[in-house]
């Protein structure tokens, strides 16, 4: 099992920069592919970003290609999203998640989720 807990989110203005963390505790956190997800008031919970258990391998949204890199350090049990040239609508609270599944993309395919960080992109 691991416990994802997130850290990073705030406050940016449009164009800027935040880089999103995800300790998870647990023995096993490279067993795990790790996903970021997001989720915007009124809208459903959305998939941003996966990186494979080694990470080696990554897979992205369309809507954050070439803006949002995903990246993992197994020896700290850490994932994190770095995110530039911010817009308003990528304003959501933003969730990482373990699946056992490579590369997965839905939600229902994760197992364990955190409780989310807040991602506010003023115009």
């Known amino acids: 099992q691991v416990q994802p807990v997130e850290s990073g989110g705030g406050l940016v203005q449009t164009g800027g920069s935040l880089r999103l963390s995800c300790a998870a505790s647990g023995r096993t956190f490279s067993s795990y592919s790790m996903g970021w997800f997001r989720q915007a008031p009124g809208k459903e919970r959305e998939f941003v970003a996966v990186?494979?258990?080694?990470?080696?391998?990554?897979f992205y949204a369309d809507f954050v290609k070439g803006r949002f890199t995903i990246s993992r350090d197994n020896a700290r049990n850490t994932v994190y999203l770095q995110m530039s040239s911010l817009k308003p609508e990528d304003t959501a609270d933003y969730y990482c998640?373990?699946?056992?599944?490579?590369?997965?993309?839905?939600?229902?395919?994760?197992?364990?989720w955190g409780q989310g960080t807040q991602v506010t992109v003023s115009s």
């Open positions: 998640a373990a699946s056992i599944v490579h590369l997965a993309t839905r939600p229902q395919e994760y197992n364990y």
């Open positions: 990186v494979s258990r080694s990470g080696g391998q990554t």
